[in-house]
């Protein structure tokens, strides 16, 4: 049946992001609806995050669109161009390549929920706030290379 009963899809806060910048997803909850539904061209997943959670570190990807569609609650998207409250149905679209850092915060003392699309690559992923970049096939490093301890 296509439709799909997210009681039975595992939720997970689990993050590869070294010691020191994972404290801000502790509170990002999701589940892999695409993997959990058969779906292999694109992801999808079900994202809560509670009040004071961040969605990732602020990043953008040289080859990975992203799509979100915010479901409840609120959240604020942090961009180059500044700061945009998100509530329930806005969306927001990240073209790959393009060089504009985001990332969702819940500043508020509610849950919020979102959806997330993408096309999962194993391409560079950049993080301009902080001492972190994703180079491909090596995983998470400092801007310099070096790994962290």
Same mark, same amino acid.
Request: aromatic share 10%; with cysteine; hydrophobic share 35%.
């Given at each position: 049946?296509?439709?799909?009963? +997210?009681? $039975?899809?595992?939720? $997970?806060?689990? $993050?590869?992001?070294?010691? #020191?910048?994972?404290?801000? *997803? ?6 892999? +609806?695409?993997?959990?539904?058969? +779906? ?23 080859? #990975? ?19 945009? *409250?998100?509530?329930?149905? /806005? ?11 985001? @990332? ?10 979102? @959806?997330? *699309? ?10 301009? /706030? ?20």
């Amino acid at each position: 049946m296509p439709k799909l009963d +997210l009681d $039975t899809i595992p939720q $997970t806060n689990a $993050t590869g992001y070294p010691p #020191e910048y994972a404290g801000a *997803v502790e509170g990002r909850w999701y589940r892999r +609806l695409g993997s959990a539904s058969g +779906l292999n061209e694109f992801g999808v997943s079900h994202v809560t995050l509670r009040p004071g959670a961040w969605s990732s570190q602020r990043h953008w990807h040289e080859g #990975e669109d992203e799509f979100v569609v915010m479901l409840s609650g609120e959240a604020v998207l942090v961009d180059d161009e500044g700061e945009h *409250v998100m509530r329930a149905g /806005d969306c927001a679209a990240f073209p790959r390549g393009e060089a504009n850092g985001h @990332v969702l915060q819940n500043r508020g003392d509610a849950d919020c929920v979102f @959806v997330a *699309v993408g096309r999962p690559s194993a391409s560079d992923c950049h993080y301009p /706030d902080i001492d972190m970049h994703l180079f491909e096939g090596q995983g998470f490093r400092r801007k310099d290379g070096s790994g962290f301890d």
